[in-house]
Nanobody, 127 residues
Framework: EVQLVESGGGLVQAGGSLRLSCAAS????????IGWFRQAPGKEREGVSC????????YYADSVKGRFTISSDNAKNTVYLQMNSLKPEDTAVYYC????????????????????WGKGTLVTVSS
């Protein structure tokens, strides 16, 4: 059974940091690209960052560039999203998703064809 389980969300003050984890199981992790997405209340889902598990290529949305860092531990089948200098506008449910063919790396963070999704973890940034 394929599973993606996010953790690490919570309440943090503006300027603070959180590290999200995405633990994957049930598929060959090294063959996939993993993306982080978020959806704020009343807003559309947006891509935040993605990483190729095979070669480590990374991409970031302009809104998080320089503040967020995505990384992958293939031995643990886990992808992390280190979020620093958090802002109230970062408040959202954060989801990780897996892309079997790495197409998100070609089409960008607006790619809408991820194969598997986690259930999300809530990040709340207070001002």
């Amino acid at each position: 059974e394929v599973q993606l389980v996010e953790s690490g969300g919570g309440l943090v003050q503006a300027g603070g940091s959180l590290r999200l984890s995405c633990a994957a199981s049930g598929f060959t992790f090294d063959d996939y690209a993993i993306g982080w997405f978020r959806q704020a209340p009343g807003k559309e889902r947006e891509g935040v960052s993605c990483i190729s598990s095979s070669d480590g290529s990374t991409y970031y949305a302009d809104s998080v560039k320089g503040r967020f860092t995505i990384s992958s531990d293939n031995a643990k089948n886990t992808v992390y999203l280190q979020m620093n200098s958090l802002k109230p506008e970062d408040t959202a449910v954060y989801y990780c998703a897996a892309d079997r063919y790495g197409l998100i790396l070609d089409y960008g963070l607006g790619y809408d064809g991820m194969d598997y999704w986690g259930k999300g973890t809530l990040v709340t940034v207070s001002s």
